[in-house]
């Protein structure tokens, strides 16, 4: 909660020291340099007092307080205020969702994370190993942490086309679960249209910082967001094929379950013709005439018996041939 | 009925006093401020003076004076008019959308309610407690209904969520409920279409807004106009993912009522089966050949009833291993 | 047939008189005013004395003689050739479709009829009594004409919009008509695409005379075709929503139709059972054994009757319970 | 097969004199005129000659060559490539696609055709009867040709539209063809997407004709282009509106198959009824109670024939009452 | 696996000789000509030399090892960098994807092959017997692998095209095998989805290297370029024509199977009729009442059989006219 911590950097890209919230604005006062700070889940007196460190405007962090945001970019005089949307797989193997707000300036970068979501500490470990990117300054921070958040996406998908695959094989395979298959069906779809909501929009986010033509973004680093770019599409596509195929999944169970309702009904018909044949003969020799030749027969029982028999046989064999068996 | 209230604000954004609609143009002689009126399901008589106040133009005043317009955007040589529609909770549980016109000048803005909805009293008390806004003149007055008209629209959003959530789980408890569920949904989605034609256009609409490069409304406000844009966003896209989630719905619950009529079906039959066997036992000891050992049995009466109730056993042993009862 | 009328206008808007259709060259030589010439289904020599008249291009006067265009604009070089196509509801309720091309010129107008359409009668007195906008020339003229045309569209929406409500009505109520309300969806679709194709290209056509920079439409005279565009998208939204309603409907239908044969069939198997079980006892004291206590008490056909007066009991109380009666 | 005509035209549009491909670069030494070849599946030596005659570049030979390209142009340094899709009704009444290639130069026109399609004899007949429009030049020779084609689209369109028609009321009437019926859609759905196919890339074609701004076409022709152009969109857009009855029909259908079901479901349950509940009589009757009063009756046998009848017709006054008969 | 072939061309496109990849950089000293370099499935060591040669992008080198791209098109300062995806039949029948890197600089053209892929080697035997095309410089080279790759697709399109053919067949003729056609439809479906993820991007780098600007793709190998645009379409258009007939024969698979669940459950109730009806005689025979004229009858037993069997045949004969038999 609150300060997670508070960095500043040389031009050179290297990491100079860590630094009082309050102590900023004297940092910055040396002509070069910027400070990367990330909060967690902050209070909003925190977050009034790096508004006023920084001079945000009040709408950016009226929004950077209230978690549930889209994925977004927005441009204000001379800062940029960026929502990104994280992903982990939560504890019960469901898509859990965060939220990143980063602040962008000149000489300032402000990460905000919201819900669950990875600390950023790792992007920050990566980052001072190379200060050769460092240098590009804050929008290379923010290049790392798209990259970071958009790379995290990769095992969710990998793991929803997993189970896409197991619930194909259990439509093919038609184990008696048509109700589970539904259900399951329909929970993921659930899940991809909230994947898809969280990663559509970053491809417009994206697409303004490849083209973002200001000096908060080095020409170098535009590449960089190209690379994210990529990556974003990639997703968005693989989620697109999935809903696709869902669709098709539930008409196709859908098909099956007729099908087999077919075989059922087929069945039943081929039961009921077998018991109820036998059934008629039994009523014949049940019936009360005077003259009956077979009741006076030795063998008429066992006779009848067979004829029950071998109606049944035959009916068998003939259901059988035209597959109703 | 007619005019609810009508103000003067000064340039420095702070209320001066309320004036007459006979009084506006006296007031308007000043070089500076700016008038507010508000009006609700004003007579034509009525309209046709603040037309003469203010020189609207007549396509305008007659789409104000009915209502059942679309939300957009006009321009006129130097004003704007701009139709809202607003969304609220109804006393049976429905949502009752109603309508508001507002007509915006350099030096006035006129707002005209039909229907269903709020008075922007709230919105009046809300803004002259921020003069520092208000300084912005008209058209962030502008900015304080349309931010008011659809952050009502958030809790009608959470509210049908919620419904839709409700409905899933009926669909998938498999409570004998197949003919309401079906009406539920199309009426739910029956309502997402009216909240999509009320909210979907409202982004041409910021959008215009947030473009627009004329005095009317300063740059600052414009910002501004972005975060109501956003929000529209949000809702349009709660919308659409509403959609798609009860197309699903429907197509799932017609696969659920066909896997329950295969379920149903088998059942049937498994009992059918149950029935008619000891039927044609019963109907071959009913037989009328003068020999059948059987029949002279002491026990025979007792054996052929076991052979009825062993058959249903069986049938049953063989149906609850296939999974059909 | 041929001409309705012909007559010619002044500057100032007001009506001069009417003109015979040879001296129109004569009339257009005063250097003011303009002509307004009315045909229905004129025949092809009367439109090759018009065509010489105006100096109309062939490929225009080739369609305007010829029904069954689309509605567009096409502009030749000093004039327009619009198309419109009308529609009102037939003599047996349902919708009948007209077409109206008119010619543009700087001093000339000329509407030619098809088909089922209301005369322009009105629209010329109507333009008549108000000069001050007849001022605006023959835009003006083909301003009224269309606004009159769609006009005539919002009776037809609202009345198809009641055959709708009318229609889910019936699904939901589930009156045993199964077979006509997939019959009265299909056609409502049919219809819905026919208007769909006669109202769309309308708002192409009304989108470039709003944007229409050249003379023949005077400033003004754009923001009254801005009003008619306006109609267009209200009328074509209501199509696209119909259209939308109407898959869901037939969808709920096919659900409702696939829930009520599920209640059948569950009855079906519940009626089954009430027979077949006193079937199988009444066949269990028809046995021949020779010992058989039941058969000869006094009173063992009443306790018969009675146990299978008794079973079906029971069934039918299972089965309430179990909601399948 | 090979050059089927190749004549030289002057300027003034009026045909010169037929010349032997040999000769043609000796013609086209004169500063004036153009010449219009027209071949039908040619050789590859013989497009091999033109090419060299003309200095067609040699990709746009290549596709010339073999069928089965898609309609679209291209342009060449001075010169165009155009490819259409002709279509008629086969001899057993089925849609049969052709190609033609259109090579356009500044003082030639090359027409390639390929397949079932009419000869362009008709068309060369028509251009040459109006000098006034060949004067256009090669041009409106390509119009001309491109009008041709798009017009024998519409007997197509008529054809379908018929058939269509005709199976709209065979899915009402509900005649048992089921199984014809689903077959005829997919068969009338496969068609149109083949003339989708070969429509709609027309429209890119003529928009681009319509736009272009070389000399290789005139102004004044390109007032045909956009007839042509808006002929394209008329067949496509009734292909569109097909495709989409075709797939509310197979919803329908769909719907109309499973009501029958329904009904037939309902009789078969009336039918049981109605047998099950006299054999039920007849089994009471035949149990062998010593106790059993009617059967001493004189009338006894009669009685229950007569109880089996009144049951019978209890039961279906009830079922018809019930609509299930 | 590593270096397929590292060849150096003169200006006039002809081959010089095979160098060695630490020699490229002596080799490109001279002022002239280029280097195309073939590589399969390459280390990362071998990777990295060849970036420090040619002094490639790191990201574009990342992506150049890692397979399970996009096909994209990327820039970077003075090359280019394209990623398309091969496709094959597998030894199973089914379709296997490769991948195809390019490094396209104005002097070198390094191509890298990940998976199942063809190699290159024919593409460069043809490139090397036409020297003019060469002379066009490392643009040609990358012409010839795309218009390779692209060529390959459609025997694949034809194979499903088929594929899609037989499945039609079956679908109508009925064959008793529901299930197998829906997984049928279903694994085209998928594999119609990994081919449009494969082609459809490639239009998008074709587009661009139509218009590409710069020196790197001289102007005549544009127009090649178009017509590898021109395949692309068409093979996107197959897919895109098949997932439609797709969806369509899914739709229609669904009906199909509905309406033989009509006749089955027909011929159900015809054949249980003429099975209960005579059981109903016997039943009425053998009921126990002592007044039964027939029973005494000499001829009582053939007469109940005869009523037997003209009962079934009068049912026969009506379900018959019915068409349920």
Known sequence: MGIVSCVSYATTGSRVCDVQLADVSEVLKSPEGFVWIGLYEPSEALLRQVQAEFGLHDLAVE??????????????????????????????????????????GPRYVVTVRHGASLSYGEVRARCETSPEHMRQGPGFVLYAIMDFV???????????????????????????????????????????????????????????????????????????????????????????????????????????????????????????????????????????FEVMPELKWAFGYPFAIALMMGSCGVLYYLFRKAHWL
Chains 1, 2, 3, 4, 5 share one sequence.
């Open 63 to 104: 929004d950077a307080h209230i978690a549930h945001q889209r994925p977004k970019i927005e441009e204000y005089a001379d800062s940029l205020f960026v929502v990104l949307r994280t992903a982990q797989t939560g504890e019960q193997g469901g898509v859990e969702f965060g939220e990143t707000h980063v602040f962008l």
């Open 150 to 288: 958009v790379d995290h996406y990769f095992p969710i998908i990998d793991k929803l086309e997993e189970e896409l695959e197991d619930l194909e094989e259990r439509i093919f395979t038609g184990l008696p679960q048509g109700r589970q298959i539904a259900e399951r069906i329909y929970h993921l779809k659930r899940q991809m249209l909230l994947l898809k909501r969280a990663v559509s929009p970053l491809m417009e986010v994206c697409n303004r910082l490849v083209r973002f033509d200001r000096t908060l973004i080095q020409p170098d680093t535009r590449l960089y967001f190209r690379d994210v770019y990529d990556h974003v599409i990639r997703i968005n596509e693989s989620v697109d094929n999935m809903r696709e195929l869902l669709t098709s999944a539930l008409e196709t169970n859908l098909a099956l379950v007729s099908v087999r309702q077919n075989e059922v009904m087929k069945r039943l018909a081929a039961g009921a013709a077998m018991i109820t044949v036998p059934t008629l003969i039994a009523g014949i020799y049940g019936m009360n």
